[in-house]
């Protein structure tokens, strides 16, 4: 398996634009995690998804920030407007649960 | 609810030294507890985990932690550090039934020569 694969890895947009941020799981894996790293808050749990369900998006910073899973390959976050405050560096993982949960590379997204 | 205090933000150790790494959780049910390390401009990748079992886990790259219940501690630790070993380490841990992932806040491990 070629791991979790996020697109795309660097995302330059202006503010006000939407931003729309993919992410495809593991196959097999059943949860999946959108994490925001940031220096002054560190590594942010924004939403988990367990078969295709969200199950705690207490971590979305608010109503400009949506995620979906419509099926068990495939993830989007999406931020709309964007502000420059939303940069950051955007993760997601997936876990069979079992075990330990497996990252991407990550997107680096500046609004500028 | 889960939570994770890593009670270092930053280290600085010389090669070839000892290191600690000090992480305390608090959940009021049973955990599985991880070491993730995240080198620069790259993602995060596992350490080494304790799910259950021997409460002394030892990892990649010569590390090990040992889970400590009555203390809610899991501990980083690495006999002899490398240059290689600078990175960012997480202490994260996730309720065994929900698998929320929740992680610390991250210590920065630097090795000075």
């Known amino acids: 398996d070629a791991g979790v694969i996020q697109s795309p890895r660097h995302e330059v947009t202006e503010m006000g634009q939407e931003v729309t941020l993919r992410c495809k799981p593991i196959?097999?894996?059943?949860?999946l995690f959108w994490y925001r790293q940031t220096m002054m808050r560190g590594l942010e749990l924004l939403i988990y998804?367990?078969?295709?369900?969200?199950?705690?998006d207490s971590g979305m910073p608010e109503d400009r920030f949506s995620a979906k899973m419509p099926n068990a390959s495939f993830s989007t976050l999406k931020i709309q407007p964007s502000e420059p405050r939303d940069s950051a560096v955007y993760f997601c993982?997936?876990?069979?649960?079992?075990?330990?949960?497996?990252f991407g590379q990550g997107t680096r997204l500046t609004v500028v | 609810a889960q939570s994770v205090t890593q009670l270092d933000s930053q280290v600085p150790v010389f090669e070839e030294a000892p290191v600690e790494l000090r992480c305390n959780y608090s959940?009021?049910?049973?955990?599985?507890l991880f070491w993730y390390v995240q080198y620069p401009n790259q993602g995060l990748q596992l350490l080494l985990k304790?799910?259950?079992?021997?409460?002394l886990v030892k990892g990649i790259n010569g590390f090990e932690a040992e889970f400590n219940k009555s203390q809610t501690s899991f501990h980083l630790r690495k006999p002899s550090v490398h240059i290689s070993d600078t990175a960012e380490y997480f202490c994260?841990?996730?309720?065994?039934?929900?698998?929320?992932?929740?992680f610390g806040q991250g210590t920065r491990l630097t090795i000075n020569p």
């Open positions: 998804f367990n078969n295709n369900v969200p199950i705690d």
């Open positions: 993982a997936s876990t069979s649960g079992l075990s330990e949960a497996f």
């Open positions: 196959s097999g894996h059943n949860s």
């Open positions: 959940s009021s049910v049973s955990v599985y």
């Open positions: 304790y799910l259950s079992g021997s409460t």
């Open positions: 994260a841990v996730s309720d065994q039934g929900a698998q929320k992932l929740v």
